[in-house]
């Protein structure tokens, strides 16, 4: 494309104006990580029992425990049964008593819980007994959200902009987050829930693609990290708005109603000028570059603005743009791989935070506070070893974490949430090398298309990693065994991937496949200052080499 990375390069790589822009991808993550891991508070380990209260029609004076011993068989621990029931008969009080019920039955008039327990969805929606399969799969239907945003959104942003489909996002998770809070059935809780999840993707992904397409090289993965190290932080504040709002309604306006404030992004919000100019929309693209570099106090020279036109043979890539070109075949197959494998095991460490025999809330704040030098560190070894090693290292560690779990006895809890959290930190940092490295990797007139194409497969596995929990019915291993084998293979195919550590952007889906010694080479000019990415240092040959 021409003119737009020479222009990029003098209106600032990393000035006041990125600067703001970064601070406003960093707000929205707070109520993604929010709507991320909500649910796994409003379902708490509640004491439960059939309701026997058609006996009370043959004994109104019984007390509570008399009713209890009368209708409710016992385990092998000596504990009322939470799911079954004595089948009611049509006796009378004394032969009840003189005889006792033997034939047992499911819980046919509902549940009964502790009258001082604050409203839950499992308790509102008797998420309990056979029913209790379903707060898993309403987890799925969630990431079947996340899953079908990114099919939506991603092409869409290619098509309309970055900066409308943000703005359509934020607004539909404010509007259907909030109307959470007051759906009567639970079904209609699944199918709210998976438009927010829609809304989720659009946001991450769309404001990936507009922070990667404004920012240099050098400051890229920073500014892309710090968003994610919001979203840890959003994830630590999810642990104490959960520990003092327990009514689940309640829990879910306050984390949902402040996405309205973010509606100022109407006015305040830029469009991708490297997007712009795909499109054809020159004028558009000069206005916002003159407005960036007079922010950045940069003056752009006019006959460089006068260069900028899409070049004759450019138009607007496809999905199938993916598969047709050798280069982006195998860029798309192995990274939508990377990310189906890190979201599992993500999700898999993260959706069992209930199961690791510790408090639920501490271990929820462990697990956010993890992510922060996760994300923090991952800025310095992309910067360091570059993007293959790191995504490929990171991925390895996670599922290695995974499967020695597997190994620690079950009376072990505190050695079980110490492992998981390390878990939880390579798969996090691992999460955000995907993001970078996935931005970097695809052309501008397809980038949000293969990050969506990208995410799509992530949220897949988003939709698989509840599932797969209910394995541990058959045996407690399997899940974890699962979620630690996959990363281990993406790990190892992420090998095959080039590096785009301190590469300019490419704008078209042409190209071919250099040797990786360019890329060597490239790497090494950038340390002697010739493509560091820090205000011109870059020459455009470059651009030509980031992909095989």
Not at 141 to 155: E, N, S
Not at 408 to 437: C, H, N, R, W
């Amino acid at each position: 494309m021409s003119g737009i990375g020479e222009i990029l390069k003098t209106v600032g790589e990393f000035g006041p104006f990125q600067k703001w822009l970064v601070l406003l991808t960093l707000l929205p993550c707070l109520s993604v990580a929010f709507h991320q891991f909500c649910q796994l508070f409003m379902v708490p380990n509640v004491p439960h029992h059939c309701d026997t209260s058609w006996i009370r029609a043959i004994g109104p004076n019984l007390t509570e425990e008399e009713q209890l011993n009368l209708t409710l068989p016992r385990d092998a621990d000596g504990a009322y049964e939470q799911c079954s029931m004595y089948s009611p008969v049509d006796w009378d009080l004394g032969s009840i008593v003189a005889y006792g019920l033997n034939d047992t039955e499911k819980c046919s008039s509902g549940w009964v819980y502790p009258p001082a327990q604050p409203p839950s969805l499992l308790t509102e929606f008797d998420l309990v007994c056979d029913r209790k399969d379903l707060n898993d799969i309403s987890q799925s239907i969630y990431m079947m959200g996340m899953f079908l945003g990114a099919l939506i959104f991603g092409p869409l942003s290619d098509r309309i902009g970055r900066r409308p489909v943000i703005l359509i996002s934020i607004f539909l998770q404010g509007l259907f987050g909030v109307a959470i809070a007051f759906v009567p059935h639970f079904y209609v809780y699944m199918a709210f829930r998976c438009v927010v999840g829609a809304s989720v993707s659009g946001i991450t992904m769309t404001i990936l693609s507009l922070a990667t397409e404004w920012i240099g090289a050098s400051s890229r993965p920073m500014a892309v990290l710090m968003s994610h190290c919001c979203f840890a932080i959003g994830q630590m504040i999810l642990a104490g708005l959960s520990y003092g709002i327990r009514n689940w309604r309640l829990l879910e306006i306050a984390g949902s109603a402040p996405t309205f404030a973010l509606f100022f992004y109407i006015w305040v919000l830029p469009e991708s000028a490297r997007w712009l100019v795909t499109q054809g929309r020159i004028e558009e693209a000069k206005k916002v570059l003159k407005k960036a570099a007079s922010i950045n106090k940069r003056t752009i020279p006019p006959g460089l603005l006068e260069q900028l036109k899409p070049e004759t043979q450019t138009k607007s890539g496809s999905i199938l743009d993916l598969f047709r070109k050798k280069h982006l075949l195998k860029v798309t197959l192995i990274m939508s791989c990377a990310w189906f494998v890190n979201s599992l095991v993500y999700y898999g460490l993260s959706l069992n935070v209930t199961n690791f025999g510790l408090d639920i809330y501490l271990t929820q704040l462990a697990f956010g506070a993890v992510e922060i030098p996760a994300r923090l560190g991952c800025i310095l070894l992309l910067q360091w070893f570059g993007r293959k090693k790191s995504q490929a290292v990171l991925l390895l560690l996670s599922g290695l974490v995974c499967l020695i779990i597997i190994g620690i006895p079950e009376d072990q809890p505190m050695v079980t949430t110490v492992l998981a959290t390390i878990g939880k930190f390579a798969a996090s940092a691992s999460f955000s090398t995907s993001y970078v490295y996935t931005a970097e990797l695809f052309p501008t007139v397809v980038r949000q298309t293969g990050v969506g194409l990208c995410s799509m497969s992530a949220r897949v596995a988003g939709i698989v990693a509840p599932l797969i929990r209910l394995l541990s019915q058959y045996h407690r291993a399997i899940p974890m065994a699962i979620y630690g084998t996959a990363p281990v293979v993406g790990g190892l195919l992420c090998v095959l991937l080039p590096e785009t550590r301190g590469m300019d952007l490419v704008d078209d889906t042409g190209g071919s496949h250099p040797k990786a010694e360019v890329h060597e080479n490239a790497n090494s000019s950038s340390g002697n200052g010739h493509g560091k990415g820090k205000g011109g240092g870059q020459d455009n040959e470059y651009t030509k080499t980031t992909y095989f």
